[in-house]
């Protein structure tokens, strides 16, 4: 399994090309028992865990090589974690991917609101990119 589910920032095509220099097929998707939040003075979000019945969407990228990983990790930092998700694309299908979660112990800087996809896409993604 090389796919990734990305549900912030690296959704962005623009922000996908500056990390891994290389685009890659993708797709429309969405992840169960997830949570996305903001995280405080950042215009990215955390993603976690979640016992309610949410879901989040985002974009699977598929066959990455092991350098975008290395180059993924790197960009994701300490306060992420990649692990495996199931995710289910908008034609139906069910893939496995890796995804990047927030670390529980870093849980103090999520925000008490969702992420505004919307407001990085209109205003948070060009000071993003500088």
Do not use: Q
């Not at 979000?45 to 979640?50: A, L, W, Y």
């Not at 870093?106 to 505004?116: N, P, V």
């Amino acid at each position: 399994m090389k796919n990734l589910f990305a549900y912030g920032s690296l959704m962005f095509e623009k922000v996908w090309l500056r990390v891994v220099g290389t685009p890659r097929e993708s797709a429309s998707g969405k992840v169960a028992g997830v949570k996305r939040f903001a995280v405080k003075g950042a215009s990215y979000p955390g993603m976690v865990e979640s016992t309610t019945e949410s879901t989040v969407e985002g974009v699977v990228y598929f066959d990455l090589a092991d350098e975008d990983l290395v180059l993924l990790d790197r960009f994701e930092g300490g306060c992420y974690k990649r692990r495996a998700v199931t995710c289910e694309l908008d034609d139906g299908r069910i893939v496995a991917a890796f995804c990047y979660f927030f670390r529980d112990r870093f849980r103090y800087l999520l925000a008490d609101r969702e992420w505004d996809v919307d407001g990085f896409e209109r205003e948070g993604i060009r000071s993003f990119l500088r």
